[in-house]
């Protein structure tokens, strides 16, 4: 069955410093990974995706992620977090021969960023 | 740009309603999803539709019915409300890669 796994409920970084939310997925076959960002009392926002080509994603926000197939991870990551962004953060996978594309969500990560 | 809207911000019902959520899209997509969204258990999906009339369950349909008789509208109805279906609820509409949620609602039932 398709799973992802959020390792962290929670991650905290000083303002200015890099930030890494980790994600690793399990799928039948070649998958399509996602992130969204969530803030308080709002829907899901997209912030980047990985369908073919480059294992390096940039996304909105500053934010990228790697896709690597060997260790089926896509972690998100940022050169310089800022305090705007902290917020709850979700990965997600798609099976690429899933018909009318269900996402399978991660549990999500908190993420805090301290001035 | 796609908009995904749901009807209510916030409800608050008694246990034994019924209760009724509405998410309209305004780009003809085919397939629309409802997710509910708890701590620590990410969203999980409860329903979705690829098409008018047509429904298909999720992981965790129990309790819930969903109904589509116009592409733009998919209601999430739940038959009696209990105070475990208390939580977050996602609507989604899709077209090709592209996931649009709406802002969600927050049922309290009590």
């Known amino acids: 069955a398709q799973s992802v796994a959020q390792p962290e409920d929670q991650v905290n970084v000083a303002e200015g410093n890099p930030l890494t939310v980790k994600c690793t997925y399990s799928?039948?076959?070649?998958?399509?990974l996602f992130w969204y960002v969530q803030y308080p009392n709002r829907g899901l926002q997209f912030l980047l995706k990985?369908?073919?080509?480059?294992?390096l994603v940039k996304g909105s926000y500053g934010f990228e992620a790697e896709f690597n197939k060997s260790q089926t991870s896509f972690h998100l990551k940022k050169p310089s977090a800022l305090v705007s962004d902290s917020a709850l953060y979700f990965c997600?996978?798609?099976?690429?021969?899933?018909?009318?594309?269900?996402?399978?969500f991660g549990q999500g990560t908190e993420l805090s960023v301290k001035p | 740009d796609v908009k995904v809207t749901q009807s209510s911000r916030y409800l608050v019902k008694r246990t034994g309603e019924k209760v009724f959520l509405e998410c309209v899209q305004d780009?003809?997509?085919?397939?629309m999803f409802w997710y509910r969204q708890d701590p620590g258990l990410g969203l999980r999906l409860i329903y979705f539709?690829?098409?008018?009339?047509?429904?298909e369950k999720g992981d965790i349909p129990e309790g819930y019915s969903v109904s589509r008789e116009k592409k733009e509208r998919f209601s999430l109805i739940l038959e009696s409300a209990s105070t475990n279906q208390t939580s977050m609820y996602l609507c989604?509409?899709?077209?090709?890669?592209?996931?649009?949620f709406g802002s969600g609602t927050r049922l309290t039932v009590v």
């Open positions: 989604a509409s899709v077209t090709g890669y592209g996931y649009t």
């Open positions: 780009m003809d997509h085919e397939n």
């Open positions: 799928v039948s076959g070649n998958p399509y």
């Open positions: 539709s690829y098409d008018v009339k047509m429904k």
């Open positions: 997600a996978v798609r099976e690429r021969e899933n018909q009318g594309g269900k996402l399978i």
């Open positions: 990985y369908i073919t080509g480059d294992n």
